[in-house]
């Protein structure tokens, strides 16, 4: 088997070469002009440097809209934390010097900045181009008095015309981010609104692009080491301002270590507009030389094969935890029964001894280490492989914060007492703490990998101890891009302030993790939450969030690096087909979110409330805000009040403003159908309640438009238990009902014996009953089918192609037009290539594919998918 690597390296370099011009850089009296195969930049001597013009040599479309300061630097004082700090530019100069210097092939413009604003801070920038380069390659170094610090740098920077032509509509913007997307329409942004990414952090990888359906302006960072660093799109008055900045808390001297390059860029071909995938090229030449690339998924002989088998993935909560059989159950009852053959990521979440993501006091776990033990060594043997997230280097100091200012969990005696000193200070010295939403109140902490402290505690009593108990694949959650955050602490052993230590610090920890984890389990790999380049060759699996951009979706870290690493989408929906289609057509891992339903069965579950693990009603979750609210009433199995069974429902709001809901999705599909009419039912009974409440059910489509409903208001205090029933009809397109049991203001009500029956003809109801498999299991059945078969070489192991062109037409998913087939292109190890075609809906779908000069009709039911060769 030819090597596809070198291959696909040597075919861009063929690009590369076929499009070479002389190159240079000619200096007039206004202005120095610089010059390669692709575009034309005019930078003005009068605006200190300013790129003035940057135009596209083939089709001759200008780019820059107005001058900007070629550079910002961003300083603070040393030893007056309360002075202004000074942002010094390149118009702010007493002297710029520019000169031109050849080097053979190679033209350097040289501009040399002096005495910035009478403080002592003296800049040098270059701009290289060269005949076998398609990029201008910038560099800046800066020298400034001892008093100063250099807390950020701001280079190169231009403002882009917005739109780039006459028409807005064609226009578009995409970042290497790992919840990105393609950005439409960037001229309609307010006016101080920005996209932006930062590495480490939300940046997969280091380059933007901004074009229209002629040509594109690509903009990069060349930085192999893992300096931090963000890249924005900022919409000014004048149009949109591409920022690169370099985060640092440096002395004097300073170097760019790395060259930020942008050239320009066009199709594939002069019949194919535009697309952010030919900027991802130019980009992909640069990565596969670095060291994240040294070998493909397929190469790499530190992966289990069980991994390169196409393994599918599965998350089971902490309410499946606190029943383990109901877990043995689903795998034996659902799993095996329809993929009896495939291996199987059994991802656990509330596995932690306190509550879900409160760390890191872990042991023993949830619900005894007895009986999690035993739960994956039973399933160890039935091929599975379990996957645990503990919450990177957070340490929870309070957790679920009381009425009266106490709190349910407070771990600042033992934190104080351990682990303060090698906690993130910040720059004032204090521990960096923050209160995020899932700790209902408390705040945590942020452990420092900088000091090697950390990373042997984390091995020693987090990794080490999940290894023990069965772990095979352990995350740093909550370390999104490898980051966290920035520590100035003088006692660790790192640099105060972001640096290029972290990156390293990181990397370190990711080795010596797997080596302790594999010390028990020898087929151990580690991960960390959304994808980073610069540590893809220390993973074995990603966790990807691509489908939650609030742009549209582009899955730019599959692409670029597909070959080599799988990627999972985190957050998963049951029975969303269109989510799934998404990520099947984009080479991603079969991730299910099982029910506790299988089999036959009513459609609504726990409808008496019963069945529970502690408080926790199976069926039925309670919704904690919206819009950033949170609701802070309460409610509670209550066994000493009820209509019928051992317990009822009760909400309690002990104010005006508190709110409670507990709510459950029940899935349209069986006996619960699209037209047919249906009753819901439930006792109730109030202490008292203000006017208006009711449990509130509606039925939506997959984009949260709702096509039916109904309400069940509460009764009046004191009448007692009473039945309250409501009628509806599912409308067209309906994927679920949504039944909210939500009360507002103070109150206390109870609810029981809830009930969804069907109003056949003549007015007798029956027992609406759920399918005997979800409703994406013929969607799913097919992608673990192809994932670990016959697809597997372009599915798991194949680079991404541009996609070819698909005629079919578009569906309405939560708040955006999408296709109703998904599709994508592979090469494979071998070469050879094949096209993913995936119906995204639950009914039949055509359309019509161009492949390989020819054009195909393409016909598919619901839930299937095609492979075309």
């Given at each position: 088997?030819?090597?596809?690597?070198?291959?696909?390296?040597?075919?861009?370099?063929?690009?590369?070469?076929?499009?070479?011009?002389?190159?240079?850089?000619?200096?007039?009296?206004?202005?120095?002009?610089?010059?390669?195969?692709?575009?034309?930049?005019?930078?003005?001597?009068?605006?200190?440097?300013?790129?003035?013009?940057?135009?596209?040599?083939?089709?001759?479309?200008?780019?820059?809209?107005?001058?900007?300061?070629?550079?910002?630097?961003?300083?603070?004082?040393?030893?007056?934390?309360?002075?202004?700090?000074?942002?010094?530019?390149?118009?702010?100069?007493?002297?710029?010097?520019?000169?031109?210097?050849?080097?053979?092939?190679?033209?350097?413009?040289?501009?040399?900045?002096?005495?910035?604003?009478?403080?002592?801070?003296?800049?040098?920038?270059?701009?290289?181009?060269?005949?076998?380069?398609?990029?201008?390659?910038?560099?800046?170094?800066?020298?400034?008095?001892?008093?100063?610090?250099?807390?950020?740098?701001?280079?190169?920077?231009?403002?882009?015309?917005?739109?780039?032509?006459?028409?807005?509509?064609?226009?578009?913007?995409?970042?290497?981010?790992?919840?990105?997307?393609?950005?439409?329409?960037?001229?309609?942004?307010?006016?101080?609104?920005?996209?932006?990414?930062?590495?480490?952090?939300?940046?997969?990888?280091?380059?933007?692009?901004?074009?229209?359906?002629?040509?594109?302006?690509?903009?990069?960072?060349?930085?192999?080491?893992?300096?931090?660093?963000?890249?924005?799109?900022?919409?000014?008055?004048?149009?949109?301002?591409?920022?690169?900045?370099?985060?640092?808390?440096?002395?004097?001297?300073?170097?760019?270590?790395?060259?930020?390059?942008?050239?320009?860029?066009?199709?594939?071909?002069?019949?194919?507009?535009?697309?952010?995938?030919?900027?991802?090229?130019?980009?992909?030449?640069?990565?596969?030389?670095?060291?994240?690339?040294?070998?493909?998924?397929?190469?790499?002989?530190?992966?289990?094969?069980?991994?390169?088998?196409?393994?599918?993935?599965?998350?089971?909560?902490?309410?499946?935890?606190?029943?383990?059989?109901?877990?043995?159950?689903?795998?034996?009852?659902?799993?095996?029964?329809?993929?009896?053959?495939?291996?199987?990521?059994?991802?656990?979440?509330?596995?932690?001894?306190?509550?879900?993501?409160?760390?890191?006091?872990?042991?023993?776990?949830?619900?005894?280490?007895?009986?999690?033990?035993?739960?994956?060594?039973?399933?160890?043997?039935?091929?599975?492989?379990?996957?645990?997230?503990?919450?990177?280097?957070?340490?929870?100091?309070?957790?679920?914060?009381?009425?009266?200012?106490?709190?349910?969990?407070?771990?600042?005696?033992?934190?104080?007492?351990?682990?303060?000193?090698?906690?993130?200070?910040?720059?004032?010295?204090?521990?960096?703490?923050?209160?995020?939403?899932?700790?209902?109140?408390?705040?945590?902490?942020?452990?420092?990998?900088?000091?090697?402290?950390?990373?042997?505690?984390?091995?020693?009593?987090?990794?080490?101890?999940?290894?023990?108990?069965?772990?095979?694949?352990?995350?740093?959650?909550?370390?999104?891009?490898?980051?966290?955050?920035?520590?100035?602490?003088?006692?660790?052993?790192?640099?105060?302030?972001?640096?290029?230590?972290?990156?390293?610090?990181?990397?370190?920890?990711?080795?010596?993790?797997?080596?302790?984890?594999?010390?028990?389990?020898?087929?151990?790999?580690?991960?960390?939450?959304?994808?980073?380049?610069?540590?893809?060759?220390?993973?074995?699996?990603?966790?990807?969030?691509?489908?939650?951009?609030?742009?549209?979706?582009?899955?730019?870290?599959?692409?670029?690096?597909?070959?080599?690493?799988?990627?999972?989408?985190?957050?998963?929906?049951?029975?969303?087909?269109?989510?799934?289609?998404?990520?099947?057509?984009?080479?991603?891992?079969?991730?299910?979110?099982?029910?506790?339903?299988?089999?036959?069965?009513?459609?609504?579950?726990?409808?008496?409330?019963?069945?529970?693990?502690?408080?926790?009603?199976?069926?039925?979750?309670?919704?904690?805000?919206?819009?950033?609210?949170?609701?802070?009433?309460?409610?509670?199995?209550?066994?000493?009040?009820?209509?019928?069974?051992?317990?009822?429902?009760?909400?309690?709001?002990?104010?005006?403003?508190?709110?409670?809901?507990?709510?459950?999705?029940?899935?349209?599909?069986?006996?619960?159908?699209?037209?047919?009419?249906?009753?819901?039912?439930?006792?109730?009974?109030?202490?008292?309640?203000?006017?208006?409440?009711?449990?509130?059910?509606?039925?939506?489509?997959?984009?949260?438009?709702?096509?039916?409903?109904?309400?069940?208001?509460?009764?009046?205090?004191?009448?007692?238990?009473?039945?309250?029933?409501?009628?509806?009809?599912?409308?067209?397109?309906?994927?679920?009902?949504?039944?909210?049991?939500?009360?507002?203001?103070?109150?206390?009500?109870?609810?029981?014996?809830?009930?969804?029956?069907?109003?056949?003809?003549?007015?007798?109801?029956?027992?609406?009953?759920?399918?005997?498999?979800?409703?994406?299991?013929?969607?799913?059945?097919?992608?673990?089918?192809?994932?670990r078969g016959e697809g597997r070489p372009y599915l798991l192991f194949g680079r991404m192609l541009h996609p070819p062109r698909l005629t079919v037409r578009t569906i309405a998913y939560k708040g955006r037009q999408v296709p109703a087939i998904m599709h994508n292109a592979y090469q494979a190890p071998d070469d050879s290539e094949a096209c993913i075609l995936v119906n995204a809906t639950d009914s039949p779908q055509a359309g019509e594919l161009r492949w390989k000069d020819r054009t195909i009709a393409v016909s598919l039911q619901a839930g299937e998918a095609e492979l075309v060769r």
């Amino acid at each position: 088997m030819r090597n596809f690597i070198i291959l696909a390296v040597i075919g861009l370099q063929f690009a590369v070469a076929s499009a070479q011009a002389d190159s240079s850089v000619a200096e007039t009296p206004d202005a120095v002009r610089i010059e390669n195969a692709r575009l034309l930049l005019t930078l003005s001597k009068a605006a200190k440097g300013s790129i003035t013009s940057l135009t596209d040599k083939a089709t001759g479309i200008e780019f820059v809209a107005a001058g900007a300061p070629l550079f910002l630097l961003d300083f603070s004082t040393k030893g007056q934390p309360g002075a202004q700090n000074p942002r010094l530019s390149s118009a702010d100069a007493a002297h710029l010097r520019v000169r031109a210097e050849n080097h053979g092939k190679t033209r350097v413009a040289v501009l040399e900045y002096d005495d910035l604003r009478q403080t002592g801070v003296s800049v040098v920038c270059t701009a290289t181009v060269s005949e076998a380069d398609p990029l201008v390659r910038w560099r800046l170094s800066a020298t400034f008095p001892q008093t100063l610090t250099l807390e950020a740098a701001h280079f190169p920077l231009c403002v882009l015309k917005a739109p780039i032509e006459g028409d807005a509509a064609a226009d578009a913007l995409v970042l290497g981010s790992t919840k990105g997307g393609v950005i439409r329409r960037p001229a309609d942004m307010k006016t101080g609104v920005s996209v932006s990414a930062a590495q480490p952090g939300s940046m997969a990888a280091q380059f933007g692009c901004y074009y229209d359906g002629r040509a594109g302006l690509y903009v990069a960072a060349y930085d192999s080491a893992g300096y931090p660093k963000s890249l924005s799109f900022l919409r000014t008055s004048e149009g949109i301002e591409p920022i690169w900045t370099q985060n640092c808390f440096a002395p004097s001297p300073f170097s760019l270590d790395y060259d930020v390059v942008m050239t320009t860029f066009a199709g594939a071909d002069p019949q194919t507009p535009t697309d952010w995938r030919d900027a991802a090229d130019i980009y992909k030449r640069w990565a596969l030389a670095q060291p994240w690339c040294v070998r493909t998924y397929a190469q790499r002989t530190d992966i289990p094969m069980w991994m390169k088998a196409g393994p599918a993935m599965v998350r089971f909560g902490r309410e499946w935890l606190g029943e383990p059989q109901t877990i043995e159950q689903w795998i034996d009852g659902y799993w095996r029964k329809s993929f009896p053959d495939a291996p199987l990521i059994t991802a656990y979440w509330g596995w932690e001894k306190v509550a879900t993501w409160v760390a890191p006091d872990y042991f023993p776990v949830y619900p005894s280490d007895k009986a999690f033990t035993d739960l994956v060594a039973w399933s160890r043997q039935r091929g599975c492989h379990a996957f645990l997230w503990p919450s990177g280097y957070h340490w929870t100091l309070t957790f679920g914060k009381r009425p009266d200012g106490s709190f349910a969990w407070d771990d600042r005696d033992r934190f104080n007492r351990i682990a303060a000193p090698h906690a993130v200070h910040t720059r004032d010295g204090k521990v960096w703490q923050v209160s995020p939403f899932w700790l209902d109140g408390g705040a945590l902490a942020c452990m420092c990998p900088g000091d090697p402290w950390t990373i042997d505690w984390w091995n020693r009593e987090i990794a080490a101890p999940l290894a023990r108990r069965g772990a095979e694949i352990i995350q740093f959650d909550q370390v999104v891009g490898g980051s966290f955050q920035w520590c100035y602490s003088a006692d660790h052993g790192h640099p105060p302030g972001p640096g290029l230590w972290m990156t390293q610090a990181f990397e370190r920890q990711l080795r010596t993790t797997r080596a302790e984890c594999r010390k028990t389990q020898p087929d151990a790999v580690v991960c960390f939450e959304e994808p980073n380049e610069r540590f893809i060759h220390l993973v074995g699996i990603q966790d990807y969030r691509d489908r939650e951009s609030p742009y549209e979706w582009a899955s730019v870290f599959n692409y670029l690096y597909h070959e080599f690493l799988p990627t999972f989408q985190s957050n998963p929906e049951p029975g969303d087909t269109v989510m799934a289609a998404y990520c099947f057509a984009n080479g991603q891992m079969p991730h299910l979110m099982p029910s506790m339903d299988t089999g036959p069965g009513p459609a609504l579950a726990n409808g008496g409330f019963e069945d529970h693990v502690g408080q926790a009603l199976r069926g039925w979750a309670q919704v904690n805000g919206y819009q950033g609210k949170m609701w802070t009433g309460t409610w509670a199995r209550d066994e000493g009040e009820k209509h019928g069974g051992a317990a009822s429902l009760r909400l309690d709001n002990a104010t005006d403003g508190d709110i409670v809901q507990v709510s459950q999705n029940v899935p349209v599909g069986g006996g619960f159908a699209v037209g047919h009419t249906y009753r819901l039912s439930a006792w109730m009974k109030t202490d008292h309640v203000n006017p208006g409440n009711a449990i509130n059910a509606a039925t939506f489509t997959s984009d949260w438009k709702p096509t039916a409903g109904c309400r069940l208001p509460y009764p009046p205090a004191g009448a007692g238990w009473t039945k309250v029933s409501g009628d509806f009809t599912v409308g067209e397109g309906s994927v679920l009902l949504r039944i909210m049991i939500h009360v507002e203001g103070k109150a206390r009500v109870w609810v029981d014996d809830m009930t969804l029956e069907e109003v056949l003809p003549g007015g007798k109801l029956t027992t609406t009953m759920r399918a005997e498999t979800p409703p994406d299991h013929k969607l799913v059945r097919r992608w673990v089918e192809l994932y670990r078969g016959e697809g597997r070489p372009y599915l798991l192991f194949g680079r991404m192609l541009h996609p070819p062109r698909l005629t079919v037409r578009t569906i309405a998913y939560k708040g955006r037009q999408v296709p109703a087939i998904m599709h994508n292109a592979y090469q494979a190890p071998d070469d050879s290539e094949a096209c993913i075609l995936v119906n995204a809906t639950d009914s039949p779908q055509a359309g019509e594919l161009r492949w390989k000069d020819r054009t195909i009709a393409v016909s598919l039911q619901a839930g299937e998918a095609e492979l075309v060769r």
